[in-house]
């Protein structure tokens, strides 16, 4: 027992001094702005800073390179003896989503696979996904639904007692755990609660009745083989105890901003998440596809319930904190493109800013929980923890001091170094996709460095807020909230210009050069992009609903 405890403390403490210094590393290179090659009068310049940057980029190439080859090799054929059950969570779901996703279910590659729908509300306007529900996967014979006034932690109207008490909340409860235990198709309408409370309800209500838990959103069309595949990777190795899948875009052609979103989805699930897959650290399983080892989720199935941060109790995230539990019991957690799926992304820019503020808000929680077991974990999840999470603070002071303390050249450097930076990244994306679609991944890095950035830094000072989410599908409900910090970015941003502008004295010949040809190449570079983005993309934005989603299907 000591000999245990001394190793685990000394594990913590070799993690937090390699964390230490990887900090320490890049904050020394940065503050130093130590270079190792420049111009005369350093137009041009490359330091330890960018390089440390390019190296990390390298490296997770490399590595997710290296790890979608080890999933394409050859898998022995899988024998089906555990059972499955699918977990799929819906509010106010779009009803032509629900439909796809729904007889996607009946297509899965799995006999014996349980499903459980569970819907976050009761009312008379959740009905119809009942109804859909019976439409898809059978009538009452086949398939069990029930409308429960209450949920595991609130009664319904005169219940006596909660979710664990007696009279009619208690029974309403066995009556739950019955029909999920007993039939294969169960929907189960709820008295509203959150997705976490969804969630709960399923995990629940199957207890240890399956050996692994899939989970799904309504808003997603499985592949015939994703089941399987994800099976196949927590049977490999015990060590393993949640493994994802790929997730694209179903409605990627809908708007500029579905499709920007198609392609980062891409890059961060097949070269991020796959890097992490290649250390067995895969920090998010991403709730539209992913798979757990049911005996852990019930281990920890209340803690992850009750989860509290700063005294508030946590309503978002529930799906990095599921991955986070695992990896805190020293799990192994895992990537594979060979499962996939499609899911539905915000296509307009109010609803996606106000997404990519939740999420961003429950990755900066998450990193303060993640980062107690680092040394349970390989130290590459130590060291790119280190480099994300900080990542966004060394970029806005990189770019406030160009726009106030810099010269006009140094800002429009930056900016062609950004545009160049994802050249690079979406050629590599393109290489190792095969589909020259990629290429418009470098257009992303302006939604990054224009919206993301300030909602990052938006996330963090009101991380205490439980709202300001997406809203349901069937109803959209348009925040302007997120507008914010964007606005007050673009007024810093402008601002920092037009003082530099006004304070540089006259340029020199070889600065004006310098500054001619950049902007030639800037604007080269958006009049390609842009010309490219109108013949392939915009054409395609122009089709119908419905074609749009037949091609989709062929796409999984």
Sequence with gaps: M???RLAAGLRVAGTSLFAGAVLGGILAAY??????????QHYLSFGLYGAILGLHLGAQSLFAFLEHRRMRRPRRPLKLARSVALCIAAFQEDPDYLRQCLRSVRRLACPGLRVVLVVDGNGPGDAYMRDIFHEVLGAADSAA?????????????????GGGGGGEAARAVRHVQALVR?????????????KREVMYTAFRALGDSVDYVQVCDSDTVLDPACTVEMLRILEEDPHVGGVGGDVQILNKYDSWISFLSSVRYWMAFNVERACQSYFGCVQCISGPLGMYRNALLQHFLEDWYDQTFLGSKCSFGDDRHLTNRVLSLGYRTKYTARAKCLTETPTRYLRWLNQQTRWSKSYFREWLYNALWFHKHHLWMTYESVVTGFFPFFLIATVIQLFYRGRVWNILLFLLTVQLVGILKATYACFLRGNTEMIFMSLYALLYMSSLLPAKMFA???????????????????????????SVWVAVLLGGLAYTAYSQDLFTDTELAFLVVGAGLYACYWVALLALYLAVVARRCSKPQEEQHRLAFMEV
């Design 145 to 161: 639904s029930y409308v429960w006034p209450g949920n595991f932690h609130a009664p319904g109207p005169g219940d006596s007692g």
């Design 2 to 4: 000591r000999g245990g």
């Design 460 to 486: 963090i000072a009101t991380i205490t807020k439980s709202g300001w989410g997406t809203s349901g599908r069937k109803t959209i409900v348009v925040n302007f909230i997120g507008l914010i910090p964007v």
């Design 182 to 194: 007993r039939h294969a198709y169960v929907c189960i309408l709820q008295r509203w609660g959150g």
């Design 31 to 40: 503050v130093t702005g130590y270079q190792f090659i420049h111009t005369e």
